[in-house]
């Protein structure tokens, strides 16, 4: 797996596999009990829904601890006129001169119909480096590419806003 991590995304994980682990939890424990004590089980769909639900919850614990446990941490810091991880970056596309916005995150964060992208993605691993000004070819593949101008850059403090997206 060797996903490359943030500190910022580890502690949000952690948090959720703690709420997870308590309140999620705890809820589907009773509502499997409770549905067990309304007869026959093999007739029962409450029960087979909630025992679904509890069995999900315990996946995505023990697949949150994976990724924890297997992540390579990586900095978020980079120099304060290039662009690193949790910048966002305004770009222009040389092709249209449409502008778009980007913040470019880790791939367990990256969501790109909210504007965030992975540093590990064509646009992201290319805009990574570089300052404002620049002009930089992003391959997508090895007969595909364009260029983005890099208009303007600013450096965002990771307030936790966005959330780790769950599988």
Known sequence: MYDELTPGDIRKMQEEIEYRKVVVRKQALEDVKEARAHGDLSENFE????????????????????????????????ASDEVGI?????VEFADD?????????TTVR?????????????LGK??????EGDTVHVQVNDSVGYDVKIVKLEKTVDDGSD?????
């Open 97 to 105: 001169g449409s502008v778009e916005v980007y913040r470019i995150v």
């Open 163 to 167: 959330k780790i997206r769950s599988f």
């Open 47 to 78: 029960y087979h829904a909630a025992k679904k639900v509890k069995n999900q919850n315990e996946s995505r614990i023990h697949y949150l601890e994976r990724m924890i446990r297997t992540a390579r941490v990586i900095s978020e810091d980079s």
């Open 86 to 90: 949790n910048n966002t970056v305004t």
């Open 110 to 122: 990256g969501n790109s119909l909210e504007g965030l992208i992975s540093n590990e993605s064509p």
């Open 126 to 131: 290319a805009l990574l480096g570089h300052k």
